[in-house]
């Protein structure tokens, strides 16, 4: 006892150190699964990757990235840059997330589209909500993607795979979400545009 209470100050500084090391190891290690679980709660869909960057401020450079709602698959792409300034960080919101040649799934059932139920808020007895008024990013862009679209609102499904896809999702906190990509069919030469 006489020991421990001679280096009581020392084993508490040591003990300190100990913990917030131990802690700052751990998140060194396992980033990439910290940040799905920070960005599951503040978002909403599962968000997960393979490595995260940060090679300068304002900039997070992500690989191996995967968007999904429960088992649907919505995103694939194998880079992701995200960037924020201090602006937006004061307002809880990123800037601007940049999706290089993604594979896109898109899927319209009635007035349901799950990109859009992927970011919405609220239970669905709430009528007010807009979706994505919740969602603290202000546009995503995909560039040369390729996306697969579904509407299964009529009694015969409609389903277009597109190329060279480029486009945006914006959510605002007001109007909610605004969606728009364009692309090139592969079974014809044709271009057709999304919007939703």
Sequence with gaps: MR?????????????????FLSGGLLIKY???????IILKIAVGP?????????PKFGEIDITDVVLSKGDDVIVKAPKVVITYSKESLKNFRLK????EKPWVHIERKGE???IVDAFSSGTKGESTAKAGTAV?????????????FRDTTYSREIKQELNNVNGYVSFNKITGI????????????MNIDLII
């Design 3 to 19: 020991i421990f209470e001679k280096y009581k100050k020392l084993i508490i500084i040591s003990l300190s150190i100990f913990i």
């Design 178 to 189: 605004d969606l728009e990509f364009k692309g090139e069919c592969q079974k014809k030469n």
């Design 136 to 148: 603290p990013i202000d546009i995503i862009t995909v560039k040369d993607g390729e996306l697969l």
């Design 112 to 114: 349901s589209v799950n």
């Design 46 to 54: 599962t968000i997960s990757s393979q490595e995260i960057k940060f």
């Design 30 to 36: 396992n980033l990439p699964k910290v940040v799905e």
């Design 96 to 99: 601007e997330i940049n999706v």
